[in-house]
């Protein structure tokens, strides 16, 4: 049960996913540590989106498919798989079902699924202070991108996120990356009403 004034109005919901999707433009980066593919979806319904090239690695031709907006997503994600743990390549699952046809300028065949028993989890990052992002290939390079981003961001909108102590890679990567932002203009943190560390 939704406890009462909390229930979701879908005019609402369409008003907030339109109203995030004007919001960013071309060249923005999320930086984020959700699974979920909500932001995916948003952007791509916008045109601001492409599966191809908008998770900071190329899943065909970049030329024909550039993301207008990229999605780093430092945890992994639902929609990817991996053949073992150390490989290094994202396989891209799901893609029918949440963007065909979300990405117009990709003239691809669409991906076809590794067999559910060779994922086993591999793709994901679990959020505990025991992660080890270098135990993960194919998600060094996403880390890497989000510190490239970090450091030479203009402006840095944070949307709800706790970095507890014990989450040491994380509190690195942006200590690190802040410290060595030159060009940072403004720096705005919205939380919900229990702000935690």
Request: glycine share 6%; charged share 20%.
């Amino acid at each position: 049960n939704v406890p009462e004034g909390l229930e979701l109005n879908a005019a609402d919901v369409i008003a907030v996913m339109d109203a995030w999707a004007k919001i960013l433009n071309e060249g923005d980066v999320i930086v984020t540590f959700n699974w979920d593919l909500v932001h995916e979806m948003i952007l791509a319904k916008a045109g601001k989106w492409c599966y191809a090239t908008g998770y900071g690695f190329t899943v065909r031709d970049p030329q024909k498919s550039q993301s207008p907006v990229t999605i780093l997503k430092l945890h992994g994600s639902c929609n990817w798989s991996m053949r073992h743990p150390r490989d290094p390549n994202p396989h891209l699952e799901y893609v029918q079902e949440f963007f065909s046809g979300d990405c117009p300028l990709v003239d691809f065949e669409i991906t076809s699924r590794l067999e559910t028993s060779a994922d086993s989890g591999y793709s994901l990052i679990q959020p505990s202070y025991l992660k080890d992002p270098s135990a993960k290939p194919a998600l060094l390079p996403i880390w890497s991108q989000a510190a490239d981003a970090i450091t030479t961001a203009k402006k840095i909108a944070v949307l709800g996120y706790s970095l507890p102590l014990a989450d040491g890679p994380t509190r690195t990567l942006f200590s690190l990356a802040l410290s060595r932002n030159q060009s940072l203009n403004e720096l705005e943190i919205v939380l919900g009403d229990k702000p935690e560390d």
